[in-house]
């Protein structure tokens, strides 16, 4: 047995709005209903530019998920979520534009940028830029 890869990051959302609306105004991704669920499903799938779905965002379910502290405090064991980047300087003149905290991390050496930032339920991103 071997592992392939990494099918998908699930978000249970406070607000699964605000959630969607920030990843594809942020990062420019997509969401979908999710296949063979019924319609108006409480869920997206949020589809990368090569047409996979990386991110499972669902409602919160208080039998299923338990309680949900305002804001959220943390993801469990989950430190963050690293999505390989492209278009540096639109995302940090994204963050700005939103008024978004976050932190630059650049290794000039190696060609590698970093930008640390939180999405609306508290999950921290490192977006991971390489190359010049």
Same mark, same amino acid.
């Given at each position: 047995?071997?592992?392939?890869? @990494?099918?998908?990051?699930?978000?249970?959302? *406070?607000?699964? !709005? =605000?959630?969607? &609306?920030?990843?594809?105004?942020?990062?420019?991704?997509?969401?979908?209903?999710?296949?063979?669920?019924?319609?108006?499903?409480?869920?997206?799938?949020?589809?990368?530019?090569?047409?996979?779905?990386? @991110?499972?965002?669902?409602?919160?379910?208080? *039998?299923?998920? !338990? =309680?949900?502290? &305002?804001?959220?405090?943390?993801?469990?064991?989950?430190?963050?979520?690293?999505?390989?980047?492209?278009?540096?300087?639109?995302?940090?003149?994204?963050?700005?534009?939103?008024?978004?905290?976050?932190?630059?991390?650049?290794?000039?050496?190696?060609?590698?940028?970093?930008?640390?930032?939180?999405?609306?339920?508290?999950?921290?991103?490192?977006?991971?830029?390489?190359?010049?």
């Amino acid at each position: 047995m071997h592992v392939e890869g @990494l099918e998908h990051i699930n978000i249970v959302a *406070a607000d699964i !709005g =605000k959630t969607v &609306e920030f990843y594809e105004k942020f990062l420019g991704l997509e969401a979908r209903e999710i296949p063979g669920t019924p319609k108006n499903y409480p869920g997206r799938w949020i589809y990368d530019r090569n047409d996979q779905p990386i @991110l499972h965002v669902q409602v919160h379910d208080p *039998a299923r998920h !338990g =309680k949900l502290d &305002e804001p959220r405090k943390a993801t469990g064991a989950i430190d963050h979520v690293a999505l390989a980047c492209t278009g540096f300087e639109e995302i940090r003149k994204r963050c700005q534009e939103m008024g978004l905290e976050h932190r630059v991390n650049e290794i000039e050496q190696m060609e590698f940028k970093q930008i640390f930032v939180s999405d609306p339920d508290n999950v921290l991103l490192e977006l991971n830029f390489r190359g010049g």
